[in-house]
């Protein structure tokens, strides 16, 4: 996973003025054809896996550059621009209630284009499942994007709320990564103390041991975690069989203010899993959820001895790319309409001429050496007013 600094998103309630945000529609929609003809459906979707650019386009077509609607308002700018471009690319879900018609929305996907709509869903799910049960970091998810391309590539970008500190944090997940190790192409976010993180390469043998766990007798996993809340607690008594004096366990995940869950056992879905082959399919098992995998590291960590991830991978300067066209909130300057129709203008020139000339592509490319070369005053970036 790549990781290169940290950005906070705090949550805004303010919303984005129509005006602005059919430009930002127009505009984005003009990027991404661009990005198309240049680079291709796959590569262009794995561009939006990675959390930097995500954020380099959201400040492009003016959104704050540190506001939680930097994932919900361009998700839906891109998901309205791209159902009425023939580019083949599209987003299905976002935030609320939008992410549970994903399954519905591959479906139509699947009659239009030849993909495995069945595959997509699975991924859909396991990627929900990975950032709140495998993941557990504080933060619940309440916006879920799965960006599709008509030849069957996928990219999903998430965002979860903390609410205790009023943040938001997003996950990339990009389909080529080994989604049960290190997953994430990066997560956006305040960087918190502590987490249970069981897709990190730490977490490896524990996950084993779990599954394991899983094809045992549910009577031994229900006394193992009996066992461990009683290491918790420091009880002796019960620890007098293991022959050593009761140790003393403390762990800030959970004894600290940053546990989101109470650690629990469901027994009826470890029973369910019992056949689950991989952690893949444990996670995908109806039931299994945050508390029984809090209580299952637990376990693998106290008895078992095996090392369990409790760090957190938050990762990502957003502020560069801000003034491309300013920020919705005025930071580092207000967008002005005249100049956001003078660029949307210029784009669509400019993917016209590009279509019809594939050489004028070098050109592109020596903007971009320009605009790298640019000392721009990113202190005057402010953080914009929650």
Same mark, same amino acid.
Request: glycine share 8%.
């Given at each position: 996973?790549?990781?290169?600094?940290? &950005?906070?998103?705090?949550?805004?309630?303010?919303?984005?003025?129509?005006?602005?945000?059919?430009?930002? *529609?127009?505009?984005?929609?003009?990027?991404?054809?661009?990005?198309?003809?240049?680079?291709?459906?796959?590569?262009?979707?794995?561009?939006?896996?990675?959390?930097?650019?995500?954020?380099?386009?959201?400040?492009?077509?003016?959104?704050?550059?540190?506001?939680?609607?930097?994932?919900?308002?361009?998700?839906?700018?891109?998901?309205?621009?791209?159902?009425?471009?023939?580019?083949?690319?599209?987003? *299905?879900?976002?935030?609320?209630?939008?992410?549970?018609?994903?399954?519905?929305?591959?479906?139509?996907?699947?009659?239009?284009?030849?993909?495995?709509?069945?595959?997509?869903?699975?991924?859909?799910?396991?990627?929900?499942?990975?950032?709140?049960? &495998?993941?557990?970091?504080?933060?619940?998810?309440?916006?879920?994007?799965?960006?599709?391309?008509?030849?069957?590539?996928?990219?999903?970008?998430?965002?979860?709320?903390?609410?205790?500190?009023?943040?938001?944090?997003?996950?990339?997940?990009?389909?080529?990564?080994?989604?049960?190790?290190?997953?994430?192409?990066?997560?956006?976010?305040?960087?918190?103390?502590?987490?249970?993180?069981?897709?990190?390469?730490?977490?490896?043998? &524990?996950?084993?041991?779990?599954?394991?766990?899983?094809?045992?007798?549910?009577?031994? *996993?229900?006394?193992?975690?009996?066992?461990?809340?009683?290491?918790?607690?420091?009880?002796?008594?019960?620890?007098?069989?293991?022959?050593?004096?009761?140790?003393?366990?403390?762990?800030?995940? *959970?004894?600290?203010?940053?546990?989101?869950?109470?650690a629990s056992i469901n027994e009826e879905a470890i029973r369910r899993a019992r056949d689950a082959n991989d952690f893949r399919e444990l996670l995908l098992t109806r039931g299994f959820g945050p508390s029984t995998m809090l209580a299952l590291a637990l376990i693998a960590e106290l008895v078992y001895r095996d090392r369990v991830d409790w760090e957190d991978p938050a990762s990502i300067d957003p502020r560069r790319y801000a003034f491309a066209l300013g920020g919705k909130d005025g930071s580092p300057y207000p967008v002005n309409k005249e100049v956001y129709d003078a660029v949307i203008d210029v784009i669509q020139a400019i993917v016209d001429r590009v279509r019809q000339d594939r050489g004028?592509?070098?050109?592109?490319?020596?903007?971009?050496?320009?605009?790298?070369?640019?000392?721009?005053?990113?202190?005057?970036?402010?953080?914009?007013?929650?």
């Amino acid at each position: 996973m790549s990781v290169s600094g940290i &950005a906070d998103l705090p949550l805004h309630t303010g919303h984005v003025p129509p005006w602005l945000y059919s430009r930002m *529609v127009k505009l984005s929609g003009l990027v991404v054809e661009l990005l198309v003809d240049e680079h291709g459906i796959r590569e262009t979707i794995r561009l939006f896996s990675n959390p930097i650019f995500f954020q380099a386009f959201n400040n492009i077509i003016g959104m704050d550059w540190d506001s939680s609607g930097s994932t919900t308002i361009t998700t839906a700018a891109l998901k309205d621009s791209l159902s009425k471009r023939d580019v083949g690319i599209r987003v *299905v879900g976002g935030k609320g209630v939008y992410a549970l018609n994903v399954p519905i929305e591959i479906e139509e996907l699947g009659k239009q284009w030849d993909v495995d709509a069945e595959l997509l869903k699975t991924m859909s799910r396991l990627s929900a499942k990975i950032d709140n049960t &495998a993941l557990q970091d504080g933060y619940r998810l309440y916006h879920h994007a799965m960006i599709i391309g008509s030849d069957g590539t996928w990219t999903v970008i998430q965002q979860g709320l903390n609410e205790k500190n009023r943040y938001a944090r997003r996950y990339h997940i990009w389909m080529e990564n080994d989604l049960l190790n290190e997953p994430h192409t990066g997560i956006m976010g305040i960087k918190g103390e502590h987490a249970l993180n069981m897709v990190s390469r730490i977490s490896g043998e &524990a996950r084993e041991t779990i599954l394991d766990l899983m094809h045992q007798d549910t009577n031994k *996993v229900v006394r193992d975690w009996a066992l461990v809340k009683a290491m918790i607690k420091g009880n002796a008594s019960i620890l007098t069989y293991l022959g050593k004096e009761a140790p003393r366990y403390y762990n800030p995940y *959970v004894s600290g203010i940053f546990r989101p869950y109470t650690a629990s056992i469901n027994e009826e879905a470890i029973r369910r899993a019992r056949d689950a082959n991989d952690f893949r399919e444990l996670l995908l098992t109806r039931g299994f959820g945050p508390s029984t995998m809090l209580a299952l590291a637990l376990i693998a960590e106290l008895v078992y001895r095996d090392r369990v991830d409790w760090e957190d991978p938050a990762s990502i300067d957003p502020r560069r790319y801000a003034f491309a066209l300013g920020g919705k909130d005025g930071s580092p300057y207000p967008v002005n309409k005249e100049v956001y129709d003078a660029v949307i203008d210029v784009i669509q020139a400019i993917v016209d001429r590009v279509r019809q000339d594939r050489g004028l592509t070098i050109y592109l490319k020596h903007l971009a050496n320009v605009a790298k070369q640019l000392n721009l005053p990113t202190d005057l970036v402010h953080p914009t007013p929650p």
